[in-house]
């Protein structure tokens, strides 16, 4: 028991100087906790090795183990004064300043959108607190009052970036074709390039379909180029959203078309509670509708494979990809349907009782491509290059790549491109031996999304992604130890033999059962009043449900993703 003891004392002497080190070098809370336990664990042993053999010492006298222990414990009373003088704001500045420019843009976007004030006054704002803030970033260090004051000051300035932004956003130019079709319904003819696949939408389950039969129509988004006037071709900007009134099969993305349609604005909804579609395509700065009657009012100019390498590019990964999954161009029936959305993201060729389906029972987010795909991706990857023999920066910039093509294949959506910048910083900090802060990289996405698209802040999708993703890591962990406190604190429970399954899965922190489903729970109500606010609706058993299906979408979505990754070496294998 003396070599037991000593061998203990010393390795936990040893652990106790690297956790002291990463404790006060990372300031990270794993760092500190591996302190204290095994600190813990040094006063225990050496504690009971005097008490037992009652020498004057372990290795040479007991004023030495005495010392030893009274400066551990000065250790642990220092973290401890450290931790708790350490607030929330400081905490945040210290590990994820970002946070403040992410919450400033928001705000100013919000501000912009309710009150409406000139940009002018938002420049003079910006310039001023732009101003103040330089020599605040300075001489930072030189107080520590003025890290609020820098943190604050640059919040200010992302607020009037954010207003700046929306403003910009929406301005149309001079010959916007916005500016040139009146509250009357037009004929017109215009000449432009399809920018998005066209969809071809049926309608057999609405709900008057027996009153009033519909044909399946087209549509999709077109950028126009020239319209024609009285005296020629003119030049114009902006996009309208094309509508034809049969099937289109043979046109894609890219394509540069003439349409002879009418032109008209979106009208307000008519039925209270009716989906407003004017204001929610005016978030995309679509403000005209162009209705076509058949096919044979468009002529198709040139061909995207002639215009645009990109689109050319994308779309032949696209079908590469496709053919790899389902071994053939395009899904044959609802199986293969129903794997394309879970693995690639496209719910276009799912039929309307699989969809209403995943709509109410809270799972539709399974169809909608998100940061779980990203990192089943990643992973695959990563662990297939470790398989290889690469070293963790090689691996790091296989999977940019990895990502890069994956984003390019999959449907673009505020979810898809989150998950893609979270995804780029994670392997960024392999290359710049960083440690990641998912907070951090959370709030960069959300300033880089906002920035290209300030009106996506107002998209359900946008918000319901965001708010998941924060709230998993703000309180996932509190909800897994909160109801493994719950559960083992059950009289049952207590009485419960060892051998009960259910004692297996709930008696310790670990278990992946109880983790998953308080990860479930936890980004149910992190979205549950976003449900509420757009959709008035909310069904209490998602969280149960997902729970239950997550381990079989797992599966289909990793075997997925790795016959992808054998199709590029080895086809027939795949």
Request: aromatic letters at 12%; hydrophobic letters at 50%; one cysteine or more.
């Amino acid at each position: 028991f003396t070599a037991f003891s000593s061998l203990s004392f010393i390795s936990s002497l040893f652990i106790i100087i690297q956790c002291k080190v990463n404790a006060y070098s990372c300031q990270t809370k794993s760092g500190q906790r591996l302190f204290r336990i095994f600190s813990r664990q040094f006063l225990f042993f050496t504690s009971n090795q005097q008490q037992i053999d009652n020498p004057p010492c372990v290795f040479c006298h007991g004023a030495v183990v005495c010392s030893a222990m009274d400066e551990v414990r000065r250790k642990l009373e220092l973290i401890d004064r450290q931790l708790a003088s350490r607030g929330l704001h400081e905490r945040i500045i210290s590990t994820c300043p970002l946070v403040f420019a992410a919450v400033g843009l928001i705000a100013g976007i919000v501000v912009q959108h309710i009150f409406d004030m000139p940009v002018s006054i938002w420049l003079v704002l910006l310039g001023l607190l732009a101003a103040m803030t330089i020599p605040a970033f300075f001489i930072r260090r030189v107080s520590s009052v003025s890290r609020y004051v820098t943190a604050y000051l640059a919040l200010s300035c992302f607020v009037c970036l954010g207003a700046i932004r929306l403003t910009e956003y929406g301005r149309p130019e001079a010959n916007d074709i916005r500016n040139l079709v009146p509250d009357e319904r037009r004929l017109a003819t215009i000449r432009g390039r399809i920018v998005t696949e066209p969809y071809v939408s049926k309608y057999p389950d609405w709900k008057f379909a027996r009153f009033k039969p519909s044909d399946p129509t087209t549509s999709f988004y077109l950028k126009v180029d020239e319209v024609e006037t009285i005296a020629g071709w003119a030049k114009v900007t902006g996009t309208v959203r094309v509508q034809v009134d049969e099937p289109v099969l043979d046109l894609n993305a890219g394509d540069e078309i003439q349409a002879y349609c009418w032109l008209e604005r979106f009208g307000p909804p008519t039925n209270p509670g009716q989906f407003n579609t004017a204001e929610y395509l005016a978030r995309k700065n679509v403000y005209i509708a162009a209705s076509v009657e058949s096919r044979s009012g468009i002529e198709l100019l040139q061909k995207a494979s002639a215009t645009s390498s990109f689109v050319k590019i994308k779309r032949k990964l696209r079908q590469t990809v496709t053919q790899a999954l389902l071994d053939s161009p395009y899904p044959q029936d609802q199986n293969q349907s129903l794997l394309q959305a879970l693995v690639l993201g496209y719910r276009a060729d799912i039929d309307s009782k699989t969809y209403i389906a995943f709509r109410k029972t809270g799972l539709l987010h399974f169809v909608c491509l998100s940061g779980t795909n990203f990192g089943i991706v990643i992973s695959i990857i990563w662990w297939l290059c470790k398989t290889a023999g690469m070293m963790k920066p090689a691996r790091a910039v296989v999977c940019i790549i990895a990502a890069i093509l994956f984003l390019l294949v999959i449907p673009p959506n505020a979810p898809a491109f989150r998950a893609g910048i979270i995804s780029f910083v994670f392997c960024a900090s392999f290359l710049f031996r960083r440690r990641p802060n998912f907070v951090n990289s959370l709030s960069l996405a959300a300033i880089i999304l906002l920035l290209i698209r300030p009106t996506e802040l107002f998209e359900p999708s946008w918000q319901l992604s965001f708010a998941a993703v924060l709230g998993l890591l703000l309180f996932c962990e509190r909800t897994h130890f909160f109801l493994h406190e719950k559960i083992t604190g059950i009289f049952w429970f207590i009485k419960a033999p060892v051998s009960n399954p259910f004692y297996q899965i709930a008696a310790r922190p670990g278990p992946y059962i109880l983790r998953l489903l308080s990860t479930c729970i936890t980004a149910w109500l992190a979205t549950t009043g976003i449900s509420l606010y757009h959709f008035y609706t909310i069904n209490w058993l998602t969280s149960l449900w997902t729970a239950v299906v997550s381990p079989l979408i797992a599966i289909v979505s990793v075997i997925g993703y790795l016959k992808l990754v054998i199709a590029l070496f080895l086809p027939t294998a795949a």
